[in-house]
């Protein structure tokens, strides 16, 4: 079934030019779709952890609907705040890996809003932290579809899973510009889906739009797609300044609609048009927190959601283990170093054991008490010329061990001093164990 749905996807991803952008997979939940959460529910039962990844029991419905029809916002919103309750506040993000049939409808992930506090990107203000069980970190709720986890990650679909984690992080920060080029409604920026138009070189964003080169005759061809965050996703994430925002294109043609997916060789007539810098902070307003304030260090768990009686496999849990060190590091190559992400459980959900209430008892007999006065007249009565030695070739390193043993002893903690009376005649080749002893002490 798995395998059937994953070849569905591609055939819609990949059909022809005249194929429109797969459904908006951003949320925003309005106030009346939102449910009281209640605390320790038995909806979403966290049974352990493998590894980073927690392991959740989901014993209600995930789908992206209810059976009504209506968007099943609740579960999201119970499931975090069971995350949150088990592992702490310490999140901007919780990615849902199902191990079950979970039906999203025609996309491969989506982004639930939960938060946002960032002005001139285009997305309104938003704080449902506390719906979604959160007093300050988390950001949003990311699922993934179920079909797109198990391949392998020699496989091209894997790198497309990756693409998807950072087409769903971004969502945090993109696409909402209000930008119409020229003036013009029919030319937006970025379609009603929140994604870049299939019109505007994205420099290749997995945002979608594309990396156009012009060729002779007005003609223009998609030379590269999906390779990662453009440079206006760099900076409506905070992760560039203003003034590194270069210039980009957008082309005016009646052959795309906008919403087409990225086609890599479409080739197609049309005339460019510049989008710079001061179109887009005239449609924005200024970016608040600018680059130099804003967050660049993200946490991340992933929670593997898997059915009653039917745990996930070990094998699962260590492709799960896996995706999370590929997710920490393909942020890390897409902002060019700029940002990272952490996607493990953090050190402070790490519960400590409470310790025994009584003490702990041992069966083994008293230690001997020391006599540390016969001890040093022991050592003393074993020097020879001032010196100790097991064996010839050890004089050095027993010589030493002794005066440190010594001058550990209250009467005899004067290291210095007790080297230069025991060691006035000595010949010259013996001061190497007086430099080292004074080194060692002094």
């Not at 919103?77 to 310490?90: T, Y």
């Not at 002005?119 to 069980?133: H, K």
């Not at 097991?390 to 005899?412: C, E, F, H, I």
Request: aromatic share 6%; proline share 6%.
């Amino acid at each position: 079934m798995n395998a059937l749905r994953w070849l569905l996807l591609c055939v819609c991803f990949f059909a022809g030019n005249h194929l429109v952008a797969e459904p908006a997979d951003v949320i925003a939940p309005m106030p009346e779709q939102l449910r009281p959460v209640k605390s320790g529910s038995n909806e979403f039962v966290p049974i352990g952890r493998s590894g980073n990844v927690l392991r959740v029991e989901a014993r209600v419905g995930y789908d992206r609907n209810r059976a009504d029809g209506s968007l099943n916002v609740g579960a999201r919103q119970q499931l975090a705040s069971g995350v949150i309750e088990e592992l702490g506040d310490h999140y901007d993000f919780i990615i849902v890996a199902p191990a079950m049939h979970v039906n999203l409808p025609g996309v491969r992930g989506l982004h639930w809003q939960v938060h946002n506090d960032v002005q001139g990107i285009g997305r309104p203000m938003l704080d449902l932290r506390q719906q979604f069980g959160s007093a300050r970190q988390l950001k949003a709720v990311i699922d993934l579809d179920e079909s797109i986890l198990p391949v392998s990650t020699s496989a091209v679909e894997y790198d497309q899973l990756l693409d998807t984690l950072m087409h769903e992080i971004m969502h945090q920060w993109g696409a909402y510009v209000p930008l119409l080029v020229d003036g013009n409604a029919q030319s937006p920026l970025a379609t009603a889906e929140r994604h870049w138009s299939s019109r505007y070189d994205s420099d290749a964003s997995v945002m979608l739009g594309a990396r156009w080169q012009a060729l002779e005759a007005s003609a223009w061809r998609q030379v590269a797609v999906y390779d990662g965050y453009g440079p206006l996703d760099l900076y409506l994430a905070g992760f560039i300044p203003v003034s590194e925002l270069s210039a980009t294109r957008y082309l005016q043609t009646a052959q795309l609609q906008g919403t087409e997916l990225p086609e890599l060789g479409r080739t197609v007539q049309a005339s460019a048009q510049e989008v710079n810098a001061t179109a887009l902070l005239a449609a924005l307003g200024p970016r608040v927190p600018a680059h130099a304030q804003a967050q660049r260090d993200f946490s991340a768990v992933i929670v593997s959601l898997e059915p009653v009686g039917h745990p996930a496999s070990p094998a699962v849990l260590d492709r799960l283990e896996l995706l999370r060190t590929h997710l920490q590091t393909r942020f890390t190559a897409v902002t060019g170093g700029r940002a990272r992400i952490d996607a493990g459980i953090s050190a402070a959900s790490v519960r400590p054991v409470p310790g025994a209430p009584s003490g702990v008892g041992s069966s083994a007999p008293p230690a001997t008490v020391l006599d540390l006065g016969a001890a040093t007249q022991f050592l003393l009565a074993g020097r020879t010329n001032d010196l100790w030695q097991d064996k010839a070739s050890t004089q050095v390193a027993d010589s030493v061990r002794a005066m440190l043993a010594l001058a550990g002893d209250p009467p005899m903690r004067r290291p210095c001093r007790l080297l230069d009376s025991a060691s006035r005649n000595w010949k010259p080749a013996r001061w190497s164990i007086g430099l080292h002893f004074c080194a060692c002490r002094d």
